[in-house]
């Protein structure tokens, strides 16, 4: 195999965990990390960079050059980044990666950092016009907001200040399109995202996971791919939701329910590890009792969760971290990450030994 230099996109806040499970994968040497992206370098082969869990995308790297100005003049300048691009090789290192072969139309999709008097729109159609002209093919834009026709190749620009890239999609469509996900509901969970929890939950065989909040099922079908030997336990109040989990997580060994997320029907400790992404009000609102208190939620994480569990969670802030260290949670990692332009928190806590015998002398809570 040829060497190459890849680029894994991902949510801004994981590069780090997509790093290490580059290394972990033993895909190549990761020579960067930039915003939303990690850079890394291999000669492997056989090397599946297109079996990465907690990245966006995977891409080729196709040609690079100082970044341009902020005019909105400045953006056709950027038709040199095609010009400098080796088709050929791409061609053949996109196939030895586990991508098609042939370049039959071209699609591009830009961003930037900073403030710029042009638009993404303005970088795609400088870009992809030159492509088009250079293989032979048809260019479709991004103006019209339609789909591609189908076979056409993703490209993508990123300006970082710095540096102007441009890179080609090793697979055919997004990693982070999953094909188990048949079903959605409002508020599903990111599913690159819902593979880090699932990867920094340190799931073993036979552990017993829970997700109180389940929504459309992601967290548990990405739990149940990472560990096939998990037992997996899904609950939302929402009837639609849990339709929407069995669907998408069909030939896993889930079991799916309606329950409330602070009145579980289950036994005490008797929870592994527990993945959530509650709905604290943001694109999702509360409901039953979560609505009334929030110290009662985490009361019932503590309860079901055996001691020296892990739960990992992701929250909208950290203000809410005392009332699960108060139910013996201990906080063992934290780490920001920004979801559709909003800051959140992953929360990686352990329930300390000794809440077992905390938990049996408080007063138990109304149920």
């Given at each position: ?80 980044l095609a010009e400098a691009a080796d ?215 503590g309860r079901v969760l055996a001691p ?9 802030g950290t203000g809410d971290l005392p ?45």
């Amino acid at each position: 195999m040829t060497a190459a230099g890849l680029v894994a996109r991902c949510v801004h806040g994981l590069e780090p965990t997509v790093a290490a499970e580059i290394l972990r994968r033993g895909l190549g040497a990761v020579t960067r990390l930039g915003h939303r992206e990690v850079h890394f370098h291999t000669s492997r082969p056989g090397a599946r960079a297109v079996a990465l869990r907690t990245a966006d995308d995977v891409f080729l790297l196709a040609a690079q050059c100082a970044d341009v100005g902020t005019a909105r003049r400045d953006a056709g300048a950027l038709a040199r980044l095609a010009e400098a691009a080796d088709l050929g090789s791409l061609v053949r290192l996109r196939r030895e990666h586990g991508g098609p072969g042939a370049l039959t139309g071209v699609e591009v999709s830009a961003s930037f950092l900073g403030r710029r008097g042009f638009t993404r729109y303005d970088v795609e159609d400088a870009v992809g016009h030159a492509l088009a002209r250079r293989l032979g093919t048809g260019y479709h834009s991004r103006r019209t907001g339609a789909a591609p026709p189908p076979g056409h190749s993703g490209w993508r620009v990123t300006l970082d200040g710095e540096r102007a890239t441009l890179m080609l999609r090793i697979a055919e469509r997004p990693l982070h399109r999953r094909d188990y996900k048949r079903r959605s509901v409002p508020g599903t969970l990111h599913p690159p995202l819902a593979a880090a929890m699932a990867q920094m939950a340190g799931i073993g065989p036979g552990h017993t996971v829970l997700d109180p909040c389940c929504g459309a099922g992601t967290l548990l079908v990405e739990a149940g791919r990472q560990q096939p030997r998990a037992r997996l336990h899904g609950f939302d109040l929402d009837p639609q939701a849990v339709h929407a989990a069995a669907e998408n997580a069909a030939g896993l060994p889930v079991v799916l329910g309606r329950a409330d997320a602070e009145r579980l029907p289950l036994p005490d400790g008797g929870i592994d590890r527990i993945l959530s992404n509650p709905p604290w009000g943001g694109q999702v609102a509360g409901r039953g009792l979560l609505t009334v208190s929030l110290s009662r939620w985490w009361a019932e994480l503590g309860r079901v969760l055996a001691p020296g569990g892990t739960a990992v969670l992701l929250l909208p802030g950290t203000g809410d971290l005392p009332a699960g260290l108060d139910r013996g949670l201990v906080p063992v990692h934290l780490q920001r990450v920004r979801i559709s332009g909003a800051q959140s928190f992953l929360v990686q806590a352990v329930l300390e030994e000794r809440a077992r015998d905390r938990r049996h002398r408080r007063t138990t809570l109304p149920r």
